[in-house]
């Protein structure tokens, strides 16, 4: 290993732990989400590169709170988080087989029948949350449930969305939006 990539790795695990431990949860429009902000500036004038905060309004979503209810073998409840610009579930939930397609990407799906059922996918892993989201939609998936893995006694569970298109949908991306028909979670199993 060269010099180079220890000095790298260790100052990048620094600014990790920083975060981590000072500054986990950084919702926009926060006093937290300014301080990652202002961090971040920080840490890039340190290095000579341009920087600035701005400020500017913006639409952001905060979800409501979720659970998932494991029917069988065992009934079990874990707590998520649903992703923002999804779906609420209709008053009586959603329920269905849930097939587990790995990380999500296409070729996950080789092989598995996912239509009409819910798809259990590895949030930490390629593709982007959206692509998983699109894949198990054109497979026919009624809902998805996302893991992320973290230690078993963190209470931090993962947030963001799942929407196809950049911003608010409009008539012409509105026929991509598929997130307002399907029901997506984040939880940490």
Not at 67 to 94: D, R, S, T, Y
Not at 97 to 124: A, P, W
Request: hydrophobic fraction near 35%; charged fraction near 20%; include cysteine.
């Amino acid at each position: 290993m060269l010099i180079i990539d220890i000095v790298f790795y260790e100052k990048s695990f620094k600014h990790i732990q920083k975060i981590t431990k000072e500054l986990p949860t950084r919702f926009s429009g926060t006093e937290e989400c300014k301080k990652m902000a202002e961090y971040l500036m920080d840490q890039m004038l340190s290095y000579g590169i341009h920087a600035e905060v701005q400020e500017f309004d913006a639409l952001v979503g905060f979800p409501g709170t979720a659970e998932l209810m494991i029917l069988e073998p065992v009934k079990q409840v874990f707590q998520c988080n649903p992703f923002v610009h999804a779906a609420n579930n209709p008053p009586a939930g959603i329920e269905g087989e849930l097939v587990f397609v790995g990380s999500g990407g296409i070729d996950n799906y080789t092989g598995k029948d996912v239509s009409g059922k819910i798809t259990l996918s590895e949030l930490s892993y390629f593709p982007p949350r959206q692509e998983k989201q699109r894949i198990a939609a054109e497979h026919g998936s009624v809902g998805q449930i996302m893991i992320n893995w973290g230690p078993s006694n963190s209470k931090i569970l993962a947030y963001g969305q799942v929407r196809p298109p950049w911003g608010n949908p409009t008539p012409t991306t509105l026929a991509d939006a598929t997130y307002s028909v399907y029901h997506h979670f984040a939880c940490r199993w």
